[in-house]
Every structure is written in structure tokens, then in C-alpha cells.
């Protein structure tokens, strides 16, 4: 079976670590809200050059969807949601 991913349109509520980068705690689809748990994370980008650093993060809802959430240092935020084809 494959999977891919769908871009969708969801709030990120994040948690403020103080020790760590902030990391998402809950969606947010319109009056749904699903916490989440990180399976996995990273950065993606250039080590050097000055391009933004973009952090991944592999999230799992209670009802077991898998989430991608991308975010850069510019503040944009992206939701995408495996879906299986």
C-alpha cells in the first residue's frame, strides 16, 4: 500500500520548551481539536548561507492519522495529513 500527502487546513497549538525549540501540541480543525504525539522530528536546510531552517515534525493524533507539520524560522507553518492510495 502507498501513502502520500495531502496539504490541509489546520491551527498548530504549540508548547514553549525551555530547554528545546517549541513543538506542537494540537490541531486544531475547526471545532475539532486532536492532540497529538511526536514520533518524529528534524531540520531541514543549509547548514550555512543564510536560508531559513525549516523543523519537521512527525505527529500521530489518538486515533492514529499521521500528521506532517512543517515550520520555518519565518513563521510559516504547514499541515499535511497520510493519506493511504
Do not use: N, Y
Amino acid at each position: 500500500m502507498r501513502t502520500g500527502w495531502q496539504w490541509l487546513a489546520a491551527e498548530v497549538e504549540w508548547h514553549d520548551g525551555h530547554r528545546a525549540f517549541e513543538r506542537p501540541v494540537r490541531l486544531r480543525l475547526g471545532d475539532r481539536v486532536l492532540e497529538l504525539t511526536i514520533d518524529k522530528a528534524w531540520v531541514e536546510g543549509p547548514a550555512s548561507g543564510g536560508s531559513e531552517l525549516i523543523r519537521v515534525f512527525l505527529v500521530r493524533d489518538a486515533g492514529t492519522r499521521r500528521f506532517r507539520i512543517s515550520a520555518c524560522d519565518g513563521g510559516h507553518v504547514a499541515v499535511e495529513v497520510e493519506e493511504s492510495k
